[in-house]
């Protein structure tokens, strides 16, 4: 796990900026993970928060170095929840562990 700049890195596959999440404002996810590397057409996150509450799936943009990034509302107290899938229903959910970002206020 690396922090710059208010940029959290989760892994080589997905980051969250800002990092940690500020309630009521917007989080950028950018996600460059095991379905965009396969070559998936439209990548969705399916997100919730503190404990997976909430729960809403998004379509995300396919940015131009062939990552997918979306920027989402910021409504939970604790965490942010989220996994990735595609248009095939392929799913990358970290094998099983999610990923997870802190929420402040």
């Given at each position: 796990m690396f922090i710059a700049k208010g940029k959290h890195i989760?892994?080589?596959r997905v980051d969250?900026?800002?990092s940690p999440a500020?309630?009521?404002r917007d989080v950028m996810i950018r996600y460059n993970g095991l379905l965009a590397k396969?070559?998936?057409d439209r990548v969705y996150v399916h997100y919730g928060f503190d404990g997976w509450k909430n729960v809403n799936t998004?379509?995300?943009r396919r940015e131009p170095d062939g990552s997918f990034a979306i920027s989402l509302p910021v409504q939970g107290t604790s965490e942010l929840n989220f996994c990735f899938k595609d248009?095939?229903?392929n799913w990358d959910n970290n094998n099983g562990w999610n990923w997870a970002s802190d929420i402040i206020y």
């Open positions: 989760l892994d080589n969250v900026t800002p500020v309630r009521g396969s070559g998936a998004a379509e995300m248009s095939a229903n």
